[in-house]
């Protein structure tokens, strides 16, 4: 079945310094995936998205990099800072059957961002 | 321009008990998902309206149902509520349909005691 999940609950950093928050899908199918942001009681933030025709994505002090051969993503943050304190998902769809509109999000790692 | 916005903040009913959850998604936004947060647990598809059509369904139990209105606006209904169906019920929205940049409401925070 569909499962996407990560490899570590939690993360702490320093800020200013880089961090990597990795994620495992099982769907082979997947096509289409996105690292969400949720800071406490608030809805899930859109951070970045990537499609399975690349392998790499950069925004704004972020980077998503995607290897479809192990079915693994990670994000990387640049230049840690405490706002980016929150819970990180990764969410994975397959735009076709009838998974079309439906997210698969993995579990969440807790990223602490000590000043 | 106002973001996804769910009402109420906060709903606390009893066991066996109706809830029923509201949202307006951005303007110009047509579809509508909905997801289920458990304490601790990632965000579960539900269900995912476009064009006042229900187009896709999590596996959750018949009692959870919903309807999307012509303005775009959507309902989830939870009929029966059991003690496990609290949790965080989050709605978001896209342009059109497929979950692409779906943005988020902030959710309404369910309690059956």
């Known amino acids: 079945g569909e499962s996407v999940g990560l490899h570590l609950p939690t993360l702490s950093v320093q800020e200013g310094d880089n961090s990597i928050i990795n994620c495992a899908y099982s769907?082979?199918?997947?096509?289409?995936f996105i690292w969400y942001k949720q800071e406490s009681g608030k809805g899930p933030q859109f951070i970045i998205d990537?499609?399975?025709?690349?392998d790499k994505r950069q925004g704004q002090r972020v980077t998503v990099l995607l290897n479809k051969t192990v079915k693994h993503l990670s994000l990387q943050i640049a230049a840690t800072q405490p706002g980016d304190s929150a819970v990180y998902f990764c969410a994975e769809n397959n735009a076709g059957g009838t998974s079309y509109g439906k997210l698969t999000f993995g579990q969440g790692t807790i990223l602490t961002v000590h000043p | 321009e106002a973001g996804v916005t769910q009402s109420p903040t906060h709903l606390i009913k009893t066991r066996g008990q109706q809830a029923t959850l509201r949202c307006s998604p951005i303007?110009?936004?047509?579809?509508v998902y909905w997801y289920q947060q458990a304490l601790g647990l990632g965000l579960q598809f539900l269900l995912w309206y476009d064009e006042g059509e229900e187009r896709n369904r999590g596996n959750f139990p018949p009692r959870f149902s919903g309807r999307q209105f012509p303005n775009y606006s959507s309902e989830l209904n939870v009929n029966a509520l059991e003690l496990e169906d609290s949790a965080l019920y989050l709605c978001?929205?896209?342009?059109?349909?497929?979950?692409?940049?779906?943005?988020f409401g902030q959710g309404t925070r369910l309690t059956v005691v």
């Open positions: 978001a929205s896209s342009l059109g349909a497929g979950i692409a940049e779906a943005f």
């Open positions: 769907n082979s199918a997947s096509d289409y």
């Open positions: 990537i499609r399975s025709n690349m």
């Open positions: 303007s110009g936004h047509t579809s």
